[in-house]
């Protein structure tokens, strides 16, 4: 992202940050759309060097908008989903549904007869009991689905407890070691209504380096040599880190994706195995370092010796993942370029102690009302995580590229609000 101060002001791609604030007001998220579509051609780059048939489908829980779904239109990216919300927006823009697969842990009998007769691509089926109710729901529309199964590893990343997903203990995928994943596999094999075209894993969030993924394809590949099963489509999932903060790691992607797909070929050749189509589902990696959030400043409040709390008009509403996660995140004053000398807390106006959005951050000492705030990396599991919590407004969207600024979600109303209301 092109960040950087232009005449005392802080810019992104050119555009004065205040001007766009002014325009469509506090809390605002903005996207830098160059960023999101480079982003989507370094996966595509380092694939295409490998030599390897793959596809390539963007995570739309990270941040869902119709807007963004046509950028990955555009940008030859398929979309994973996990509901029938999800579904619904992606059938609103240029996507085609065939490039779309449903993933989910607990599918509703009314969200599998949608993403049938929406045409999904595949399913990622996650528990036994779902490949026969898939099977029954496919056999009354006539028709063959395709699947693929998501399969539990015993492989932990290193990250956060909530955002792992490949340990023994997950509500995710069926589990290799105590015989649940080749129990489905069999299962889907016998579905007449199902074409089992592979398996997928994911073994969590904010990975910033392969060796946890190529650890699962040794052992995946191993596994289903062993067990004689063939695949069309191995899915790693995705799970690729940014940086939130100096101190974190980005995800290589050119030397991550290499290692990743020289460890599939040579894995495939020891074993002399048929090459499955690789694909991957990134998300934050795509649209997280693109997205920022602005802020105006309301109380500042200091306890002697204690603390600085300098109140900002949004919170946990927009930014969850401070209270979540205990994220750290960093923060740039908008309307003039000064020296970072305090360390302050930025507190959300939600009506809870813990809606903290950065704590011991470093900000000018002279910031005060009605300054403006940047809180960097805000572009994955922000908005897509915003709530109406203290009946706080959703706030507005816009894309900025070098060319122009354009609102692509609108800031909620309170007519909104209570659209829903039976009154």
Known sequence: MTLKYINNQLSINGHDVKTIAEQYGTPLFIYDENMIREQCRRFHNALQHSGLKYSISYASKAFTSIQLFNIMQEENMGLDVVSEGELYAALQSKIDASTIHFHGN?????????????????????????????????????????????????????????????????????????????????ALQNAPFINFRGVHFHIGSQIFESTGTIRTIELVIEWLVNENISIDILNIGGGFSIRYTEDDLQYPIEDGIRNI???????????????????????????????????????????????????????????????????????????????????????????????????????????????????????????????????????????????????????????????????
């Open 106 to 186: 607990n599918k509703t009998d009314r969200e599998i007869e949608f993403a049938i007769l929406s045409g999904v691509e595949y399913f990622v089926i996650d528990s036994i009991e779902e490949i026969s109710r898939i099977n029954t729901i496919a056999s009354t529309l006539n028709t063959v689905v395709n699947a693929i199964l998501r399969i539990n590893p015993g492989v932990e990343a290193h990250t956060h407890e909530f955002i792992q997903t490949g340990q023994e203990d997950s509500k995710f995928g069926l589990s290799i070691k105590h015989g649940l994943a080749i129990q489905g596999i069999h």
């Open 261 to 423: 797909t020289e460890t599939l070929k040579s894995e495939c050749r020891k074993f002399n195995y048929a090459l499955p189509e690789i694909s991957l589902e990134p998300g934050r990696s795509i649209v997280g370092e693109a997205g920022i959030t602005v802020y105006e400043v309301g109380t500042v409040k200091e306890i002697p010796h204690t603390n600085c709390y300098i109140s900002i008009d949004g919170g946990m509403s927009d930014h969850i993942r401070t209270a979540l996660y205990n994220a750290k995140y960093e923060l740039l004053l908008v309307n003039r370029n000064e020296k970072s000398d305090k360390t302050v807390t930025i507190a959300g106006k939600l009506c809870e102690s813990g809606d903290i959005i950065a704590r011991n951050t470093k900000l000018p000492s002279s910031v005060s009302r009605g300054d403006l705030l940047v809180v960097k990396s805000t572009g994955a599991y922000h908005y897509s995580m915003s709530s109406n919590y203290n009946q706080m407004l959703k706030p507005s969207v816009v894309f900025v590229s070098n060319e122009n600024i354009r609102e692509v979600i609108k800031r909620q109303t309170l007519e909104h609000l209570f659209a829903n209301e039976v009154i």
